[in-house]
C-alpha cells in the first residue's frame, strides 16, 4: 500500500463524487445536529444487514466489534473533514474489507442502506426547511459516494495485484495475456 497516490486517488473522487468545499462546510455544520443519531443508524444498518442472507456469515461472532468501527467511522463523516488522513483511512477500510473476502457489491449495497437511513433522519430534523434539507441530503450523497469511490480503488488495486502474480508465477507477459483474453472472448461470444 506504499506507494498507493492517495491525492490522486482524492483528487479523481472529490471530482467524481462533486463533493465541493461548500458541501464539506454543510455536512460539518448539519453534523452537530445529525451527530446523536447515529448510533441508530449503525443498530439499523447491522439490522438491515441481517436481512441479506450472504453477509450473516461475515458478521456472526464480530457484530460488537463491527457496529463499533462503524459508528466511528460514520462519526468522522460527519465532521466533515475530508483530508488526506481520512482518504487513507476509508483505503485501508476497503483493504480489511478486501482481506476478509468481502463481495465487492458489500460496499455500495452497505452505502446504499445507510443513505436510506440518513434520508429519513434529516428529512426529520430539518422538516421545516425543505431546501435545507434538499442541500444537505445532496452533501451527505456526494460525502458517502466520495467514501465509496476510495475504498473501491482498494478493490481495484487488489485486483491488478492478483493479475500481476499470475503473470509473474507464469511468465506471461501482459501483452500475450490481453490476446489472449481478447481471442477467449471473440470465440465466447461466437458460441
Ligand atoms: C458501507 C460501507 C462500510 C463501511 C464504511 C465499513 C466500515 C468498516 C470499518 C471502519 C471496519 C474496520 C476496519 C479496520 O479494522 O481498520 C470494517 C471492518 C469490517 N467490515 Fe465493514 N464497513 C462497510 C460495509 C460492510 C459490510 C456491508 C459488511 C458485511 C457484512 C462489512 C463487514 C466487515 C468485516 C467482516 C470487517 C472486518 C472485521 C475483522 O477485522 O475481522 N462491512 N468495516
Redesign the pocket.
Known sequence: MSTVDFEQIAQYAKIFSDLTPKREALIAEAGIKIMPHLSAVTEKFYVN?LKVPK?AP??EG?ID??KK??L??LQQVFTGEYDQAYVEMMY??GY??VQ?D?PVE??S???T??TNELIIIVSELYADEPEKSFEILGAINAAFGF??LV?QASYQASVSEVLNRFLSITGVSKVLFDNLAAAYDKKAANI
Do not use: Q
Open positions: 444487514l453477509a461475515f458478521i464480530k466489534y463491527l468501527t462503524h466511528m467511522w485501508r477500510v480489511v474489507h476478509v468481502l458489500f460496499m449495497g452497505g452505502i442502506l445507510i467514501s465509496l475504498m
